[in-house]
């Protein structure tokens, strides 16, 4: 099946530092991302939605000014968590939409710890 | 999207039969059931989907209510690796919003 990566899969920074995360289609092209986030013991809470070329949409309640989206490829979106600060860790999880058959891979996800 | 009602946690024996139940009664003509999995540190993995006849794959088999109302995930031999959290989610086929809302899902466990 189709294969999706996320990079790095751990991640501990500081209070303050910005953290980038990246998700890859490795064998396909998808014009469309989504990002989750999984606090422990919760279930997966969709944060935005990326499209290839243009702005991403954020769910309610995501501060897109925090969690900057970049879906510059069709193969590539980041996310960047600014001024990271303890409540933003968590379980990162993207997604990536195929073309053809509409169906939905996911990441293996990035545990993201803020000291 | 349309809500499902899935029990909390389940339990099973190895090698043993499991059903896990989903409740989706305001379910729309153009709504498919998808089922997917997460285990413990990973992304979630797809199972299964169907739309109104039962599905079956490598990994379980779907079974669809009449009235589309219910569905149940079947693995047929329960092994210690398909311990996971397991979510029945309904897509819309009709439109372009593809996005995958989750509920709380199902907790399985296998008993050794």
């Known amino acids: 099946g189709a294969v999706v990566s996320q990079h790095p899969s751990r991640v501990i920074c500081k209070s303050g530092t910005s953290v980038k995360i990246e998700c890859r289609s490795l064998d396909f092209q998808a014009t469309t991302m989504f990002w989750y986030r999984q606090f422990p013991k919760q279930s997966l809470m969709l944060m935005a939605t990326?499209?290839?070329?243009?702005?991403?949409?954020?769910e309610q309640g995501v501060e897109k000014d925090k969690f900057l989206i970049n879906h510059a490829s069709l193969t590539l979106s980041t996310l960047t968590v600014t001024s990271a600060h303890p409540e933003d860790s968590s379980f990162y999880i993207c997604?990536?939409?195929?073309?053809?058959?509409?169906?939905?891979?996911f990441g293996e996800g990035s545990r993201l710890t803020v000291l | 999207d349309a809500k499902t009602t899935q029990p909390n946690s389940m339990e099973s024996n190895e090698e043993e039969p499991v059903h896990l139940p989903c409740n989706h009664s305001?379910?729309?003509?153009?709504?498919?059931i998808h089922w997917y999995r997460q285990l413990p540190s990973q992304g979630p993995e797809y199972v299964i989907h169907?739309?109104?006849s039962n599905v079956n794959n490598r990994m379980a088999s779907l079974a669809i209510a009449e009235d589309r109302k219910s569905s149940t995930l079947i693995l047929h031999r329960a092994t210690l690796r398909d311990a996971a959290v397991y979510y029945c989610?309904?897509?819309?086929?009709?439109?372009?919003?593809?996005?995958?809302?989750f509920g709380k899902g199902t907790l399985l466990t296998v008993n050794p």
């Open positions: 169907g739309l109104t």
């Open positions: 997604s990536a939409l195929t073309g053809g058959s509409g169906e939905l891979f």
């Open positions: 305001t379910i729309s003509g153009t709504d498919y």
């Open positions: 989610i309904l897509r819309d086929s009709g439109g372009s919003n593809y996005k995958l809302t």
């Open positions: 990326s499209n290839e070329g243009s702005k991403a949409t954020y």
